[in-house]
């Protein structure tokens, strides 16, 4: 029998946690329900979900720092979902490493939608973006690693290291995305096919998701913004993945 997957709601309202875990669990997950910062943590310690389903309007705590604290010890599937529907708390969220962002109220079915689409981009087995139509892929096996300027991704482990070996933590969506990145070098890709490959879904007329992982990956890449020697801006055009891949 498979064992159903693990997943955490922290949101200060038991009636919102209970109702997230009947619906979920009716589904096949395993559901903690959790009211506290701290509760989230002891959980993560002793029995790590795959996801979190995170609220930010918690009394007296502070959403986005436990969201960074998950990210900077955990690999773990991250959605908010939260009354907060403000753009600039949306940036926000996606700053800290969400793989997604939800507001209340939501129709379950969606919310469902969402998770099963992250939990597809953690799994090894379906991790890496399916390539655009017309650009051939570096590497076509999962169990790949792809090797540019002074780094190696690792496609089936979904890790990246410098040349010494030491590993930077990536978000799930900051992975694909730079998986889909590293397997289409030298080609313009689109704000709207970045989307459809790590999120299958295109772009709307504000979203700012792809720009925002961008930078992060800028950040961690050590490629300055001001002057970007691995992922390019094309002005009107998208993004550009500059070094020679390698598949190793």
Not at 7 to 23: P, S
Not at 151 to 162: G, H, P, S, T, V
């Amino acid at each position: 029998m498979t064992t159903p997957l693990h997943l955490a709601v922290l949101d200060d309202e038991i009636d919102i946690t209970r109702l997230l875990a009947h619906y979920l669990e009716s589904h096949g997950y395993r559901v903690s329900e959790v009211h506290r910062g701290a509760d989230l943590m002891a959980l993560m310690a002793s029995d790590a979900p795959a996801l979190v389903l995170l609220d930010l309007g918690l009394p007296g705590e502070d959403g986005f720092a436990i969201a960074r604290q998950l990210r900077e010890h955990w690999r773990c599937g991250l959605v908010i979902v939260t009354g907060r529907g403000d753009a600039v708390d949306k940036v926000v969220g996606l700053e800290v490493g969400a793989d997604d962002y939800v507001t209340k109220p939501f129709d379950l079915r969606e919310l469902l939608a969402r998770i099963k689409a992250v939990l597809r981009r953690i799994e090894p087995a379906g991790t890496a973006a399916a390539p655009a139509p017309a650009a051939p892929a570096v590497a076509d096996s999962e169990g790949r690693r792809l090797r540019f300027a002074q780094w190696e991704l690792d496609l089936a482990a979904r890790r990246l290291c410098d040349v010494q070996g030491r590993e930077v933590v990536l978000t799930t969506g900051e992975f694909d995305l730079l998986a889909a990145f590293a397997r289409h070098p030298g080609r313009v890709l689109s704000r709207d096919q970045l989307l459809e490959q790590t999120r299958g879904r295109p772009a709307g007329p504000f979203d700012r998701t792809i720009d925002v992982q961008v930078g992060r990956l800028r950040r961690k890449l050590d490629d300055h913004a001001d002057e970007p020697q691995i992922i390019k801006s094309v002005r009107g055009a998208g993004y550009l993945f500059v070094p020679a891949v390698v598949a190793a």
